[in-house]
């Protein structure tokens, strides 16, 4: 195996990208035989690998924020959670809980997460799915069905929402995104939404 | 009944101390023969009746404002409504409003009114006063225990609560003088706070 050599420059160019550390960015770059497009890649998974592992970990810090509207029609306020209260000052922290209460205001969630959704609450969405395709193969019934509550998921819950700013990620693929680049664990705790008089 | 010439300093002061009309101002100073003091008493009693009346309309405007007090660990959110537009834009609207939330954020109100207050909830209060002021005389009992429900509400709801910027006033209180001053019935819809981590 040949030694490959990685520029100073190279390895720059990658921290800047993906705001992973100099040694991994190295480490990526070796592997990838000096092939940016591929040190990224190998960055993703393991980052992805590492965000699993610290969303696992205690959320006591972080901060509340809110957004008014224009016309002061529409408010949201969220509280956004992570592990210190250096993260919680973080700037990219900051515009990251910025952009959820904009995510908010413009998308209208109703939860969190899925497993805020209550039991009727579905039970009516799989009724009303089930509705709607009488009459087919129940095979395919279950498939059709099990697919209008993913679409329901995607528009009701937070994290299951394509992110405005982005919208071939979810809000989810964005904060696990976040945990890699900030390297802390962070949880959206709760949000409200106002609607002037609805 | 002699006449008793006002002068227009005279209704110029009443004015911008009560906010008062300037057709009223005279009218009351009339009625007071002069007397500054005795014409606020005229103006404030004439304004209460027609705050009073105000609060029957229906208030079908308002803003969504909020507050997140500095360090990023306390939020509010108010929805205060009005009748029209007009006032929704208006100064001193706004600036009772943002009183408001600094309200909520300092004194921690639990119900926007009593009329909120779950009945387990007063059920839960009254039994503890009693339990507080056994083995007196029961008339004496009732008023002690009456004392101590008036004295939970002024804790847990935002209209009873002492106005903290002006605390021998309640926010009601405060709210039936701007009612009186914009002109327009407004109305706390409803507000929520967030304290991080709890």
Chains 1, 2 share one sequence.
Do not use: W
């Amino acid at each position: 195996m040949s030694t490959i050599t990685i520029s100073a420059q190279a390895v720059a160019n990658l921290r800047e990208q993906t705001g992973a550390g100099l040694l991994d960015c190295k480490k990526a770059l070796t592997e990838a035989n000096g092939n940016h497009e591929e040190a990224i890649t190998i960055l993703r998974k393991k980052g992805a690998a590492s965000a699993a592992k610290k969303a696992e970990r205690a959320t006591k810090d972080g901060i509340i924020e809110s957004y008014i509207h224009v016309g002061s029609r529409v408010g949201v306020m969220i509280e956004v959670n992570c592990e210190t209260d250096f993260v919680a000052r973080n700037e990219a922290f900051r515009i990251f809980v910025k952009d959820l209460c904009l995510q908010i205001a413009a998308a209208s969630p109703l939860y969190v997460s899925r497993a805020e959704v209550p039991e009727a609450e579905l039970a009516k969405e799989r009724e009303i799915a089930a509705a709607q395709v009488q009459g087919k193969p129940p095979a395919a019934v279950q498939k059709i069905v099990e697919g209008k509550l993913e679409k329901y998921y995607s528009m009701a819950c937070l994290l299951d929402q394509p992110f405005v700013k982005v919208p071939e990620k979810t809000v989810k693929e964005i904060l696990t995104e976040q945990i890699t680049k900030i390297g802390e664990n962070i949880q959206v705790r709760r949000f409200v939404r106002y609607q002037l008089g609805s």
